[in-house]
């Protein structure tokens, strides 16, 4: 049976729903849901998709954590009977909405990670039932909408790449009725990742995507060979989407759109709502980025990284000392030669090494260059001006 073991492992039980999964099911819609009152707007913009030739589930992880107030608690109950009464109402046209009664979710790792999680792993247990390691698990938001072409255009996407493991959604975040500060917030915010998704593309990083949590599909085996979805209460969309790679090859989708909200937030530590915050509080600066110097440098170590393959520890000694200053001053302070030296040691050839590199010298390892260099060597610059000078070297 598929993810046996996975299910055994994560000690999985019984469907939260009291409805088994229709044989035809083929695509699993999961949206955390945590305090959203809006969340209707989410299903009405699902429920207006044009429908694919897979059956479609939709499950809505109604969460609160142990410590939550009653006023919070209220509006869960409130939020499962809203979906309910509006689910009885609705022509379903091959759409099965699946909203879960609200699940209390442990203090500690209470937030988005841990529902997405928990939607994720019912999506599993559904597909297992029906034995369809190919089965579709997509990642959504309650306060994101969606264009009606996206089930259809999943489902084609992968009709056309069956190899994929996964695909990233383009996305774009709503600015009507905003104030002008915080539609300057979100240009700069959308700029900022495209930057940084293009200068990895141009510094020789093969995996370079968007890692947003309501913009993301994975197929059912990918998930379970991949080991789940993590509990981090922010950010666990950057976590999974960056271990998903070393899986298999994630594709973009680029003929369907997600609308992610642009609301302001604090519930979580960081991403697009605590960011915009602090801007539109003054604490934090959107116009201001990595240098394109740090992408430029690292091209540069990239570039040359089949001279690392088989290397004596004297002749990496020699050799760093040939790149860039920053990039030899990171690669001392982590320690690379001992990881390149046992890297080695697991590859029997080059191509091997070749396809294993990046495994080691990840978008973690990235991120970690990055804000070590930034602290000497770089400053963070003004981000118009680094984008030109991206468009410039390209």
């Not at 959604?169 to 600015?175: D, I, K, M, T, V």
Request: hydrophobic share 40%; net charge positive; glycine share 6%.
């Amino acid at each position: 049976m598929f993810a046996k073991d996975y299910i055994r492992k994560k000690r999985l039980h019984e469907l939260f729903s009291d409805q088994p999964p229709d044989p035809g099911t083929g695509i699993i819609v999961v949206i955390p849901c945590f305090n959203e009152p809006d969340i209707l707007f989410t299903l009405e913009s699902l429920q207006r998709c044009e429908p694919p030739a897979r059956g479609v589930e939709v499950i809505i992880l109604i969460n609160y954590p142990e410590d939550a107030s009653g006023k919070i608690r209220k509006a869960a109950q409130e939020t499962f009977k809203a979906i309910t009464d509006w689910y009885r109402k609705q022509d379903f046209k091959g759409i099965r909405y699946l909203p879960s009664a609200p699940v209390i979710l442990p203090r500690k790792w209470a937030g988005a990670g841990l529902a997405r999680k928990k939607g994720m792993d019912e999506a599993i247990l559904r597909f297992s039932y029906l034995n369809k390691p190919d089965g579709l698990l997509v990642s959504l938001d309650a306060d994101t909408t969606v264009r009606e072409n996206y089930l259809f255009e999943i489902e084609n996407h992968f009709t056309h790449y069956p190899e994929q493991v996964g695909a990233t959604l383009a996305f774009e975040h709503p600015l009507e009725g905003l104030e002008p500060k915080h539609r300057e917030g979100i240009w700069l915010y959308e700029t900022y990742l495209a930057y940084y998704k293009e200068a990895l593309m141009f510094a020789g990083y093969p995996n370079a995507l968007f890692t947003i949590g309501s913009a993301f599909v994975v197929t059912a085996d990918a998930y379970v060979k991949r080991g789940g979805m993590n509990r981090r209460k922010a950010g666990e969309d950057f976590y999974f989407l960056q271990n998903l790679v070393q899986q298999g090859e994630v594709g973009e989708i680029h003929t369907t759109r997600v609308f992610p909200s642009a609301r302001l937030s604090d519930r979580v530590p960081f991403g697009t709502g605590p960011i915009l915050k602090k801007w539109i509080e003054g604490k934090e600066d959107l116009t201001q980025t990595y240098s394109f110097q740090a992408f430029a440098d690292l091209r540069s170590f990239f570039r040359r990284k089949e001279e690392w393959y088989t290397i004596s520890h004297a002749a990496f000694e020699k050799k760093i000392c040939t790149l860039p200053e920053a990039v030899a001053a990171f690669l001392r302070k982590d320690n690379f030669f001992i990881q390149i030296d046992e890297l080695n040691k697991n590859c029997a050839s080059l191509k091997v090494y070749n396809q294993r590199f990046f495994q080691l010298f990840n978008a973690f390892k990235i991120l970690k260059f990055l804000h070590f260099t930034h602290e000497s060597f770089y400053r963070k610059a003004d981000l118009r001006e680094q984008v030109i000078r991206l468009r410039q070297a390209q």
